[in-house]
Antibody
């Protein structure tokens, strides 16, 4: 059974960089047909897609965050990462990682449990 | 900006009722649409992809339809365990925008 687990700092100061990692277990991050994504959800609000990284290594980002976001993959560790720079209180949210499956026409079929990141001094 | 508009934003229905949620895309997306269920305090779960294909293990009372710009999620026979927020998402191309969500409650 595939599992995704987010980890990283739960508290980030304004103007600093948020860094999260998603560890994938029960399957290889390099398996064909899968890509990997980050999504966030501010407290009490809806879902916002942040971006994703194709199995080829190509990345696509939400235009509203593009100037501040970097998603990368470490295949040797079977994990992928998110960096969001120059954070403000508006970036406070639960951050989820998810698998993008070509077998489900690129829908997000597995999600991590989510990790709350608070931006505060 | 690409928009995915869901309606209603919330609804209250009785157990056994038929519930319909609508999602409208600001541009045509063929059938590249998914529906997710998020129960209170839980992780979103994929219900439907390709607008109408039920994800494995999802009860058959859930059904999706539509193509182009208009999509619907129907729950035929609402159950107490269906209390959740439901989100549509388009994924024909980036950005993979989510709708604003519909909160479903039991009357």
């Amino acid at each position: 059974q595939l599992q995704l687990q987010e980890s990283g700092s739960g508290l980030v100061k304004p103007s600093q960089t948020l860094s999260l990692t998603c560890a994938v277990s029960g399957g290889s991050i390099s398996s064909g047909g899968y890509s990997w994504s980050w999504i966030r959800q501010p407290p009490g609000k809806g879902l916002e897609w942040i971006g994703y990284i194709y199995h080829s290594g190509s990345t696509y980002y939400n235009p509203s965050l593009k100037s501040r976001v970097t998603i990368s993959v470490d295949r040797s560790k079977n994990q992928f990462s998110l960096k969001l720079s120059s954070v403000t209180a508006a970036d406070t949210a639960v951050y989820y990682c998810a698998r993008v499956s070509s077998h489900q026409q690129l829908a997000f079929d597995y999600w991590g449990q989510g990790t709350l990141v608070t931006v505060s001094s | 900006d690409f928009q995915m508009t869901q309606s209603p934003s919330s609804l209250s229905a009785s157990v056994g009722d038929r519930v319909t949620i609508t999602c409208r895309a600001s541009q045509g997306i063929s059938n590249y649409l998914a529906w997710y269920q998020q129960k209170p305090g839980r992780v979103p779960k994929l219900l439907i992809y390709a607008a109408s294909t039920l994800q494995s293990g999802v009860p058959s009372r859930f059904a999706g339809s539509g193509s182009g710009t208009e999509f619907t999620l129907t729950i035929s026979g609402l159950q107490p365990e269906d209390v959740a927020s439901y989100y549509c998402q388009k994924y024909n191309s980036a950005p993979y925008t989510f709708g604003g969500g519909t909160k479903v409650e039991i009357k």
